[in-house]
């Protein structure tokens, strides 16, 4: 693929934290790590990402360990960087799950996770994709900040309806606590209980019922939403 990141000549980059990183000059190897096992197992995770597949990275990152980890997010940022940005929307959607998982299994903070899944055209990846291996892969590493991560995503949610938030709502229930308050938030509830098949069992049954709906009143540009036919109904289901 081009514009891949190559293993011989990885190109010099700024760490996400702001602060310069070292030059990659050694031959592929995953800084801090060592050896001829860490340059294979980079090969590795740049195979992963050359497919693409979500699988692979998390194959990879079950195999490493967390230093190893870590110290491959920027060469992930570079990857995706250094890429094309497909056309065809399935190739792309499948292209940025797999750098979804990559980055969340590498990052070192929830900050960095979520300033890397709102860049660009990720903010988007999950309007109608499976937000389920970014999941997997943050509790195989049993990072403790899946709940912080929901919140930071969820305040950087789009206005109207789309971007990721069915991956911040798989990460608030993952997380636990208390789910995102945004407006942006308790708008994507509300389009979900609508959608839903059975908007009454989405609301009795549902784990944020009671946190969210009164939410209704407080966010003042929400009441259009509430404005649509809830199955044969033609007002919000009670």
């Given amino acids: 693929m081009t514009g891949a990141v190559a293993v011989g000549s990885a190109p010099a980059v700024t760490g996400a934290d702001g602060d310069p990183a070292r030059e990659r000059a050694d031959g592929g190897r995953v800084p801090g790590s060592g050896g001829q096992d860490a340059a294979e197992r980079w090969k ?38 250094e890429n094309p940005q497909w056309r065809d929307w399935r190739v792309w959607e499948h292209r940025n799950v797999t750098y979804a998982v990559a980055l969340a299994g590498c990052a070192s903070t929830a900050k960095k996770a979520a300033a890397a899944l709102n860049r660009g055209d990720m903010s988007w990846t999950f309007a109608n994709a499976d937000p389920a291996p970014v999941v997997e892969v943050l509790r195989l590493r049993a990072v403790p900040w899946i709940g912080e991560l929901a919140h930071l995503l969820a305040a950087k949610l789009p206005a109207e309806q789309g971007g990721n938030w069915p991956l911040v709502y798989a990460l608030a229930l993952a997380g636990g606590g208390e789910p995102p308050a945004t407006e942006q938030f308790v708008a994507g509830w509300i389009d979900r209980v609508r959608e839903s098949a059975d908007p009454d069992a989405e609301l009795r049954d549902g784990p944020y019922t009671a946190l969210l709906l009164p939410l209704l009143f407080t966010h003042d540009r929400l009441g259009s939403r509430l404005d649509y036919n809830y199955g044969n109904r033609a007002s919000c289901p009670r």
């Fill in 44 to 81: 590795g995770l740049r195979r992963a990402l050359d497919t693409p597949s979500a699988q692979r990275v998390l194959d990879w990152v079950r195999a490493a360990d967390e230093k190893q980890r870590r110290a491959a997010f920027d060469y992930v940022a570079v990857h995706r960087k």
